[in-house]
Nanobody, 121 residues
């Protein structure tokens, strides 16, 4: 059974850091392109960062460039999103997703259930 389970969310002060994890089961994560999305209350879901399984290249939303880093650990079959210098506008539910092929703005095969990130003083 294919499953993605996110963890690592929580409450953090502005300027702080969090590392989100996305544990995959039922398939090999490194065979898929992995992306992180987020959705804030009242807003549409947006792509945050993506790592292509085809090229190994990573792509990030302009709003998080230089602050967020996507990575994968094949041995743990887990993807990560390291988030540094967090801002209140980063508050959202964060989701990981996977697809075959290259990074795409929205079309992914499997999604996790999401983890809440709240940035507030």
């Amino acid at each position: 059974q294919v499953q993605l389970v996110e963890s690592g969310g929580g409450l953090v002060q502005p300027g702080g850091s969090l590392r989100l994890s996305c544990a995959a089961s039922g398939f090999r994560l490194d065979s898929y392109t992995v992306a992180w999305f987020r959705q804030a209350p009242g807003k549409e879901r947006e792509a945050v960062s993506c790592r292509s399984s085809l090229s190994g290249s990573t792509f990030s939303n302009e709003s998080v460039k230089g602050r967020f880093t996507i990575s994968t650990d094949s041995a743990k079959n887990t993807a990560y999103l390291q988030m540094d210098n967090l801002r209140p506008e980063d508050t959202a539910v964060y989701y990981c997703a996977v697809r075959e092929g290259s990074c795409h703005p929205s079309d992914y095969d499997y999604w996790g259930q999401g983890t809440q990130v709240t940035v507030s003083s």
